[in-house]
C-alpha cells in the first residue's frame, strides 16, 4: 500500500525534481499534500513553481500550501544565485491558469496541523525546515504524528555548500532545524538526515540528460529545461560538468531504503557562530546520548539512476542498460 507523504519544500530546481519522482511511485507513495517554505526562491515563488511542476505532471489536484516566509530568526538568504532569478532554472514557464486549480487559504502550518491530527503521514523536508519547527512548537500532538522524517540537509564528513561547514536548508533557517531534531531527540524519533555526503554523488550529467531526452523526449525536454541554468552554476562555482541534483535523492531513499546506507547518532545543528548551521555528527558518542538520527553516508548512485528514470519514464528498470556507463564514478 502507498504511504502517504507530505513534501515540505523550496522549489528550486532539485525540490522540483523530487516532486516529480515522488508523483510517479503513486504505488509506493502518496502525495497528501505540498508545503513550502521560503529558500530557494521567496515563498510566493516557490509556491508558483510547485503549481508549475504539478501542471506539468498534470497533478493540479494535490493541494499546495504556503508557509513561513522567512527563517524563524535569522534574516533570509535566498539561493536564486544557484537556481535563477525565477527559482526554476530560469525556464520562465508560464504560471498554470487559475481556474485550473483551487487555490488553498489555509497556511503550511495549518494544513500540516490539520493532516497530522486527522492521520499519520510521513514528511519527506526538502527545503529550510521553518514549517516543521514551527508545527513542533505550535502542535506537538501533530507533530508527533509524524510517521517517518526525511530530511535533505547537513552534511557529516562533506564539506559545507554554503560554508566550510554547513547545508544550505540548514544553514537558511539553523533554528528552526535545530529546533525539530532537538524535538525528535525528545520524541525517540529518528530523523534520516539524506546529508551532502551521499546527495552529492548525485550527479546528473549531459550524459544522463541526454539518455533521459532520448528515452522521453517531453519529460527530457522540461528536465534540460529547468536544469540549464544549474549546470552553469555547478561548472562556475564547482568546476563539475553536470549538476548535483540533491532533492529527489530523499524520495528515492524514502521509498528503497536500501539505497543509502549510513549509522544511527545524535545530531545537534549548530545556530550561532562560524559554523552556524552546522550539522554536528556525535559519530564517536561523545555525549552519550541515545541517537536521534539516521545519518547517510554511502549510496549506490547507480540504483539510484535506475529508480529515478524507471519511475520518471515509465520504464521497465532492466531495460536501463546504459545507466552504468553513463554514472559519473
Ligand atoms: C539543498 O539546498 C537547495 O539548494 C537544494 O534545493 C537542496 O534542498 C542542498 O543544499
Ligand atoms: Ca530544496
Known amino acids: 500500500m502507498a504511504r502517504k507523504i507530505i513534501i515540505d519544500c523550496d522549489p528550486g530546481i532539485d525540490d522540483s525534481l523530487a516532486i516529480m519522482l515522488a508523483l510517479s511511485m503513486p504505488d509506493q507513495i502518496e502525495v497528501l499534500g505540498i508545503t513550502i517554505a521560503a529558500g530557494n526562491s521567496p515563498v510566493e515563488m516557490g509556491y508558483e513553481n510547485a503549481l508549475k511542476v504539478l501542471e506539468f505532471m498534470d497533478r493540479l489536484d494535490i493541494p499546495v500550501f504556503m508557509g513561513a516566509g522567512c527563517p524563524l530568526h535569522r534574516e533570509f538568504v535566498n539561493a536564486l544565485d544557484t537556481h535563477g532569478s525565477d527559482g526554476l532554472g530560469e525556464s520562465f514557464l508560464p504560471p498554470p491558469d487559475p481556474s485550473k486549480y483551487i487555490r488553498q487559504d489555509k497556511s503550511a502550518l495549518e494544513f500540516l496541523t490539520e493532516t497530522l491530527r486527522r492521520e499519520p503521514a ?95 523526449s517531453r519529460i527530457g525536454a522540461f528536465v534540460e529545461k529547468i536544469t ?89 528498470i532492466k531495460s536501463l542498460d546504459l545507466i552504468p556507463d553513463l554514472v559519473r564514478s
Not at 228 to 250: K, Q, R, S, T
Not at 271 to 278: D, V
Not at 294 to 301: A, E, G, K, S
Request: net charge negative; charged share 20%; glycine share 6%.
Open 122 to 216: 510521513s514528511v519527506i523536508a526538502l527545503g529550510p525546515m521553518t514549517n516543521l519547527a514551527m508545527l513542533a512548537q505550535e502542535d506537538p500532538e501533530a507533530f508527533r504524528n509524524i510517521e517517518e522524517l526525511v530530511s535533505m540537509g547537513g552534511s557529516f564528513r562533506s564539506h559545507g555548500n554554503c560554508s566550510p561547514v554547513a547545508e544550505y536548508n540548514y544553514w537558511c533557517d539553523p533554528d528552526a532545524a535545530a529546533i525539530v531534531y532537538r524535538e525528535s531527540d525528545r520524541l525517540r524519533r529518528l530523523i534520516h538526515m539524506v546529508g551532502l555526503d551521499v546527495t552529492r554523488r548525485i550527479v546528473l550529467t549531459p550524459d544522463l540528460l541526454a539518455y533521459m531526452k532520448r528515452l522521453d
Open 228 to 316: 540549464g541554468f544549474y549546470f552553469d552554476f555547478h561548472w562556475e562555482w564547482e568546476h563539475l560538468i553536470g549538476c548535483v541534483i540533491n532533492d529527489p535523492l530523499a524520495v528515492a531513499y524514502f521509498a528503497d531504503k536500501e539505497l543509502c546506507s549510513g549509522f544511527n547518532s545524535y545530531v545537534q545543528i549548530e545556530t550561532r557562530g562560524i559554523s552556524l548551521g552546522q550539522s554536528v555528527v556525535d559519530s564517536m558518542n561523545f555525549y552519550r546520548h541515545s541517537p536521534n538520527a539516521v545519518v547517510l553516508t554511502d549510496v549506490d548512485t547507480p540504483a539510484f539512476f535506475r529508480l529515478f528514470f524507471s519511475r520518471l519514464l515509465k520504464i521497465d
